[in-house]
């Protein structure tokens, strides 16, 4: 079965950084569109950023230009989120997603993980 499974979460102090992963087994990766959500207490599920099956093409919600950055490595079945400048907003469970489509709605996902807590101190 498809398993995708978040890791780099943790505490820390705003203006940190934090490098979360998401490996992937039982799909296709280089095949899948690869996703960041995020939620944080209380709210709706967000999108972060996503980056197509062959990372030529990366997207970001507004939130997060120019801190969070993109990236997946297809022969280690990994996605990347690089998170720099982190701010107190930005505390939240990250979640890791895989799509077949081309849009970057919570709804078009094909597969999700079970996330990873980042939390930013003040």
């Known amino acids: 079965q498809v398993q995708l499974v978040e890791s780099g979460g943790g505490l820390v102090q705003a203006g940190g950084s934090l490098r979360l992963s998401c490996g992937a087994s039982g799909l296709t990766f280089s095949s899948y569109g690869m996703g960041w959500f995020r939620q944080a207490p209380g709210k709706e599920r967000d999108f972060v950023a996503g980056?197509?099956?062959?990372?030529?093409?990366?997207y970001y919600a507004d939130s997060v230009k120019g801190r969070f950055t993109i990236s997946r490595e297809n022969a280690k079945n990994t996605v990347y989120l690089q998170m720099n400048s982190l701010k107190p907003e930005d505390t939240a469970v990250y979640y890791c997603?895989?799509?077949?489509?081309?849009?970057?709605?919570?709804?078009?996902?094909?597969?999700w993980g079970k996330g990873t807590l980042v939390t930013v101190s003040s």
């Open positions: 997603a895989a799509t077949w489509g081309s849009t970057w709605s919570e709804y078009g996902m094909n597969y």
């Open positions: 980056i197509s099956w062959s990372g030529g093409n990366t």
